[in-house]
């Protein structure tokens, strides 16, 4: 990091400044000429203006008449950089101030000094793509709301937070050029004894970091930090609630919380505890709710979010990869989206979570429209939730969403819709293309659905919990999305059905579900799933090399992480010895999938 001496900032062709006198209101002066200057000429008028012996100015203009001189507002928020390089978004937030000059021929002269720094970041990215934002962190504070004096420039802050986002827009890399060029308006404040630095994300939800040094920032000076090694990290969760509240509760949120992550720097919202075993787990999985729609890492805005804890899935991987094979191999409708963080809960750091979407009726998730159904076969429902069942499932199908009352119209619609599907399915024409259960289902949800659970022997997958169907009035059940992988691939405990079942590589299990059984009895659907699998057996390699590179993104972390809950070995195991237990258990949960793809490609080609 330098000071940046080649870096000068000039006036630009639509500027306006706003001109106090003594006493009065303030009046705008816009751009006359010599633009593109340091120097240049801004003309105007105004009632009172003349009787004032002195005045003051400042920019950006900020347009109220009654605006109070002494109070002008100041925010670092919001800026957005528009292409690689760009300057021009820097000027709205170039605080200026130039006080008590007096009139000399005819024209006063004023001398603006900056109120802001301006830092220029130039890192050499690891990989091309289109990069959305830049967040500077420090363990100190950065001022980013405030107001100052025009006859001073004294800055009266009334906010402060250890990150400050540029969000960046038309930034795209290439292998030609790999180099992110970018600027960004702080207040100065002396970070010489802090930490300081940079968390970059493209559009892919990747994290970089990038450490910086941690300087005390003046007024009206340049900084450049440049950076040639930029290294991929989990992004990094922040959420505190009012007085430290600790969440008991898997009903009752804890509203008026705080949350920063990624783009998000600081948003109220309400959190719960969520899930059913994990939730009497030591590491606790969170349920949030916004006050206002929310975008977490840059996915399209939602009140409602989660965090998984997957405390008992010793690789941390298996519900990441599950997503990741319904995102890139499945064609399901819809896959929820989950990002790996790392979660610190009012001060205290929790471990390493996936933050992402909860499943629900909307048209960015689960797209069934304004009136359709979200279900869940549920052996755990809650005796209060809405649910019914059905000659051949034998758990509650449980009514997710919408909220239904037990015999309204939504309710019998659902019932009767699946009472239907499943007499069609066991009909003695269940094959018929018109009235049989090719009426009633998806048949490519169905294939797809099957496949991820049967290819990872979901333990939970055979129509006991966690078993997601959706439904559009008028069209067909479909089922997905996928949900609850943490003690699949092989991941259950080590205990008798463990040893003997759903860790075992070998043999059908999903097949052998009541309604899978049924539909494996028509050709065309066993036809259907033997060219479905086969193009997931072609591209297993994409699940390695997913499973690798995670791996190796998580690997310093799960240091932290098995300090705090021990499920990789011992808390108190070094740091290498945490490293090389870890990839045991990654190098198993890919020997098991190798094996179990190899069984299933001998045996659903044989069928």
């Given at each position: 990091v330098k000071g940046d001496e080649t870096m000068s900032l000039v006036w630009a062709e639509n500027d306006t400044i706003g001109i106090f006198p003594d006493e009065g209101y303030q009046v705008a002066f816009p751009m006359a000429g010599s633009s593109g200057s340091k120097n240049a000429v801004f003309t105007g008028g105004g009632w009172g203006l003349k009787t004032s012996s002195t005045y003051s100015a400042y920019s950006p203009l900020v347009g109220q008449f009654y605006l109070d001189k002494t109070k002008i507002p100041l925010t670092l928020n919001g800026q957005t950089q528009k292409g690689n390089g760009s300057t021009s978004h820097i000027g709205a937030y170039d605080y200026l101030f130039a006080p008590r000059s007096t009139v000399e021929n005819g024209h006063v002269n004023f001398n603006f000094q900056h109120l802001v720094t301006i830092l220029r970041f130039k890192f050499t990215m690891p990989k091309p793509g289109t990069y959305t934002s830049i967040v500077l962190?420090?363990?100190?504070?950065?001022?980013?709301?405030?107001?100052?004096?025009?006859?001073?420039?004294?800055?009266?802050?009334?906010?402060?937070?250890?990150?400050?986002?540029?969000?960046?827009?038309?930034?795209?890399?290439?292998?030609?050029?790999?180099?992110?060029?970018?600027?960004m308006s702080i207040m100065p404040i002396n970070l010489s004894d802090k930490t300081l630095s940079v968390d970059i994300f493209d559009n892919e939800g990747n994290c970089y970091t990038a450490d910086l040094v941690g300087l005390d920032f003046v007024a009206g000076d340049f900084y450049r930090f440049t950076r040639t090694e930029v290294t991929q990290t989990l992004p990094m969760v922040t959420?505190?609630?009012?007085?430290?509240?600790?969440?008991?509760?898997?009903?009752?949120?804890?509203?008026?919380?705080?949350?920063?992550?990624?783009?998000?720097?600081?948003?109220?919202?309400?959190?719960?505890?969520?899930g059913n075993s994990t939730w009497s787990a030591p590491k606790k999985p969170y349920a949030s709710k916004f006050d206002k729609k929310t975008s977490l890492m840059f996915l399209?805005?939602?009140?409602?979010?989660?965090?998984?804890?997957?405390?008992?899935?010793?690789?941390?991987?298996?519900?990441?990869?599950?997503?990741?094979?319904?995102?890139?191999?499945?064609?399901?409708?819809?896959?929820?989206?989950?990002?790996?963080?790392?979660?610190?809960?009012?001060?205290?750091?929790?471990?390493?979570?996936?933050?992402?979407?909860?499943?629900?009726?909307?048209?960015?998730?689960?797209?069934?429209?304004?009136?359709?159904f979200l279900l869940e076969i549920d052996a755990k429902a809650a005796s209060d939730e809405i649910s019914f069942r059905t000659t051949h499932i034998g758990q509650p199908i449980n009514i997710k969403d919408p909220d239904v009352v037990e015999g309204d119209d939504n309710y019998n619609y659902v019932k009767d819709f699946l009472e239907k599907a499943d007499a069609a399915l066991f009909a003695d024409n269940f094959t018929d293309e018109a009235e049989g259960y090719k009426k009633y289902l998806d048949m490519d949800s169905f294939v797809e659905w099957y496949l991820v659970n049967e290819i990872s022997k979901n333990n939970d997958a055979v129509f006991y919990t966690s078993c997601y169907m959706n439904l559009k009035r008028g069209g067909k059940l479909k089922m997905g999305p996928l949900w609850d992988f943490d003690v699949a691939f092989g991941g259950y405990w080590d205990n008798e059905r463990g040893q003997t079942i759903a860790n075992v590589p070998e043999n059908f299990y999903i097949k052998d579900v009541a309604w899978y059984a049924r539909l494996f009895q028509d050709p065309v659907f066993v036809s259907k799933v033997k060219e479905r699998f086969n193009d997931y057996y072609a591209n297993k390699q994409m699940i390695y090399d997913h499973i690798d590179a995670t791996a190796t993104l998580l690997l310093d972390q799960v240091v932290e992480d098995n300090k705090l809950w021990g499920t990789i070995t011992e808390k108190s195991a070094s740091t290498e010895e945490v490293k090389a237990a870890y990839l045991e258990k990654v190098t198993y949960l890919k020997t098991w999938i190798g094996q179990r793809l190899e069984w299933l490609n001998t045996n659903i080609n044989a069928l």
């Open positions: 962190k420090t363990n100190g504070q950065l001022i980013t709301e405030g107001t100052f004096c025009i006859d001073d420039g004294v800055v009266t802050t009334t906010k402060v937070t250890g990150q400050q986002i540029l969000r960046l827009e038309n930034v795209k890399l290439t292998e030609d050029n790999l180099v992110l060029d970018a600027y959420i505190s609630t009012p007085d430290g509240q600790t969440v008991t509760s898997k009903e009752v949120y804890i509203s008026n919380s705080l949350i920063s992550v990624a783009e998000v720097e600081e948003a109220t919202f309400g959190i719960k505890g969520r399209p805005e939602d009140k409602s979010w989660v965090l998984l804890a997957n405390y008992y899935d010793t690789s941390l991987l298996r519900n990441d990869l599950a997503f990741y094979m319904g995102h890139e191999m499945s064609i399901l409708d819809y896959t929820p989206h989950f990002y790996p963080v790392e979660l610190t809960l009012n001060g205290e750091y929790k471990g390493i979570y996936q933050l992402g979407e909860k499943l629900k009726i909307s048209k960015k998730r689960v797209n069934v429209g304004d009136d359709g």
